[in-house]
Structures are given as C-alpha cells and as structure tokens.
C-alpha cells in the first residue's frame, strides 16, 4: 500500500465523519426526557450534544453561545410553545428542527410545521426511529413518523395549505432518500433488504414506504412502480418477466 493509498484509507474516513457532523442542543423541561435522549444520541459518533435547554430563555443563550445544526424540541413542554420555533427561526432559517412530542391534536401538527418544524415524531416512537429523524433532519431531509402523517389525514386536512413542499400534491415532492427508497420498492426489495443497503432500521423504511404512498395517492406496491416508471427511476424492461405485484 503506497502513501496516497494509506493517506485515503486513514484521512478521508476522517474527514467525511467531521463534515456529517451534527451538533445538537436538547430543549425539553422533563429531566428524564432528555436525560433519555442524551444517552441514546450520545453513542451515535456523529452527533454531538452541546447544550441542553429547559426553557426558551435558556435555548436562546445556549445558540447564541455554541450555536447548532438541529435542535431536538418539545415545543408542549413548559417553558416552550410554538412560538418559540417561529421566533427562532426567523432569526435563523438555517437551523433545524426536530420536534419530538407526546400525542398531539392534528391542528397543533400542522401550526408546528408551519412554525418552522423540519421533522416531527412522537414520543413513543423506537428510539432507532429517533436516531433516524436526527440523522435525516441534519442532513436537510424532511422526516415525519408514520403516526404523525396519518393524524394528519384522519383529520381531513388539506395538506396543500401547509406551507412547505413536503406534503404538497401537485407537484409531487420526494426527498433524495425517498426516491432511493422507491427505487429499491420498484426492484422488488423487502423492507429489510432495503434497511440493510441504507443503513436504517426496518421501522425507519416502513415509515418511509408509508410516507411515500401518502405523497404519491397510492395504495400498494403496484402503485410505487407505476410511479417509478413513469418517472423514469427505474426501466419498465425490469418488469417484463417480473410477478405480479400485490
């Protein structure tokens, strides 16, 4: 192995763990909860953990002094509101954020997304969906947990009136890890195959599946194909000899 060989091996490793790093601050009132959060988050290598914030006042102080990528919030806790996203967006549109709740109304969801919220999951969620979310917030992907969406179009709410491209219908907009995902769908890969290749959890990519049928007005795998193809993620030849799809 000559010395450019050895420089890669050992460097660029390096280099790419330091550019995907996400700096994050825990903004929760419930000591326990963050207490949870921070035990799990800090065993993930990328994920660095530089303030936790009780309140708006100390979650304010604590960007202005070490600043973040994400913010991981309960905007229901005491000392936090809604508000509190907006106010802090406005001053930085760049930061992002992870609102992690309890079970929520479908109109507080939907006032929190308008706020400024990047992604939203629920409290009693798997914590590896948790890790997920972070993962996919701070590199500037939408994530919503199958429980949220569906909240959501129980209530019967127009998703286009909410102001960001997420949820929007016409046109249809996927994130990059979702259009991998359809990809994988369309060549006729399970959930756990598809977990392996992408490194996520299996409850990870069946929140995907379902937030990709809700976007696309789907109902089945069929459904994910047809839109596959007619997009030209996939080639329809790939399907000539396939079997026919549930």
């Known amino acids: 192995m000559d010395f450019y060989e050895l420089f890669l091996k050992t460097h660029v490793p390096l280099f790419i763990s330091i550019l995907n790093k996400v700096n994050l601050i825990l903004a929760d009132s419930n000591d326990l909860m963050r207490l949870g959060l921070r035990t799990v988050l800090t065993a993930e290598l990328n994920v660095t953990i530089v303030g936790e914030a009780r309140n708006e006042k100390e979650l304010v102080s604590q960007l202005a002094a070490f600043g973040a990528s994400v913010v991981l919030i309960d905007f229901t806790s005491e000392g936090f509101t809604i508000d ?79 102001d960001f491209d997420s ?12 259009n991998e995902i359809i990809v994988l769908i369309a060549e006729g890969h399970t959930n756990e195959i598809i977990a392996e290749q992408l490194f996520l959890s299996k409850h990870t990519v069946n929140t995907h599946r379902k937030n990709i049928m809700a976007k696309l007005g789907v109902k089945n795998t069929a459904g994910i194909v047809m839109y596959a193809v007619k997009t030209d993620l996939v080639s329809p030849n790939k399907f000539l000899f396939a079997p026919s799809l549930n």
């Open 167 to 178: 949820f929007s219908c016409e046109p249809v907009v996927l994130s990059e890890r979702e």
């Open 84 to 162: 509190t996203i907006q106010r802090i967006s406005s001053k930085d549109p760049s930061l992002k954020f992870l609102a992690v709740t309890s079970a929520q109304n479908a109109q507080t969801l939907v006032d929190a997304l308008r706020s400024g919220v990047t992604s939203y999951v629920k409290k009693d969620c798997e914590l590896s969906e948790i890790v997920d979310a972070v993962r996919e917030t701070s590199r500037g992907n939408k994530f919503f947990c199958g429980q949220i969406l569906e909240t959501i179009q129980r209530a019967n709410i127009d998703v286009n009136d909410l």
